[in-house]
């Protein structure tokens, strides 16, 4: 199946974005430069959808410091049941509210009925996310509020929680040769 390709013009905080289709569903949203989007950008058509058209509009609201009220449709290719446990779970994290992979495993441990889950898996799983903004990794921390790594760069992370109204300054920044 082909993959389609569309850029999507960000406020001035942030890089580009690219949004991947099949042509039916959003496969892929994915900062310019990252390192996942470099891998679809040279296998990937130009082509218009309507796909792009909805995500479009859902970036629009999202950037304007609102939570859209719809989802774009959507299909994760690849995906294993503990991802999709972990897309899950990241999908409840409200707009403008942040929870650490730690909570998250203990979400994932109580609904499987054991006592602990791996909040490292969980990181690998978050990271591992095709759609980001909407699947909303952004809004996973480390324990304590730190910022880990991002796919997207943390600058585009940390510009995000600031759109959703966070103040930087409650989160433990990552040393300077990791921004």
Known sequence: MANYISRYKTPADFDDILIKTDGEFLTGLFFEGSKDAKKYLETSINKDSSIFLETRRWLDIYFSGKQPNFIPKYKIENQTPFR?????????IPFGK???????????ARLHGVK??????VGGAVGWNPICIIIPCHRVV???NSLTGYGGGLKNKIALLKLEGFDTAEFSMPKKSQL
């Open 84 to 92: 999709e446990e972990v897309i899950e779970q990241m999908l409840k």
């Open 98 to 108: 942040t929870i650490t992979y730690g909570k998250i495993a203990e979400e994932i």
């Open 116 to 121: 602990k889950m791996s909040a490292q898996a």
């Open 142 to 144: 480390g324990r304590d």
